[in-house]
């Protein structure tokens, strides 16, 4: 039954970016997997691949050409994750236990030859994806510490009790102990 649940949150996810004929998504349902993540376990990101966090929150990284990896993303329920060949090296971690739904887009594409409307919903799912990774971008031009962690707050709200503050001053691109003495005026 809770399994249920997961693919009518999905399903309605995707119908706010266009409407699916009732065949295609029985199609995309019999090519749907599934993965549960422990707390710190990662996933491995497939090109093209769109993933659903069914349940959970997911923490992306990027490595590259870094000594120390830095947070780009935050992904709570009920968001996508799109991989693309630039962003495939990027790696994902569970917050805690999540869920997530997925679809590799070889399954995709032949479902999308038949059902057409299915482009608007790929690309629904990569402006998702897209819009967290722009905000970090819009943090990072903020020149003044406070007001990234305000513009911090005021998104991701919901999910505060669910982050380390480490990871949140990683995310903003602050120093750990600047940062804590500052987040508490801001709660």
């Known amino acids: 039954m809770l399994k249920d649940s997961y693919f009518f949150a999905l399903k309605l996810k995707l119908a706010n970016h266009g409407a699916i004929r009732p065949l295609a998504w029985t199609k995309i349902l ?3 997997k599934e993965i549960d993540l422990k707390a710190d376990e990662s996933f491995n990101r497939k090109i093209s691949a769109i993933v659903y ?3 959970g929150l997911i923490k992306e990284y990027d490595a590259q050409s870094r000594k120390k990896p830095s947070i780009i993303n935050f992904i709570p329920t009920g ?6 060949k630039q962003n ?6 569970a917050i805690g236990s999540a869920k ?8 995709f ?10 482009k608007s919903i790929y690309d629904g799912a ?43 001053a990683n995310y903003i691109h602050i120093e750990y102990d600047y940062f804590i003495r500052m987040y508490g005026k801001f709660l």
């Open 30 to 32: 019999s090519h749907l």
């Open 126 to 168: 990569v402006s998702n994806y897209e819009d967290g990774i722009a905000f970090r971008q819009l943090i990072l031009e903020e020149n003044v510490a406070a007001s990234r962690i305000k513009l911090f707050i005021n998104r991701y709200r919901t999910i505060l009790p669910c982050l380390k503050k480490k990871d949140i």
């Open 100 to 107: 997530l739904i997925y679809l590799e887009f070889d399954v």
């Open 88 to 93: 495939q090296a990027k790696y994902l971690k």
């Open 109 to 118: 594409i032949s479902i999308f030859i038949k059902y057409n409307e299915l």
């Open 53 to 55: 966090v069914a349940d």
């Open 79 to 84: 968001n996508f994750i799109v991989t693309t």
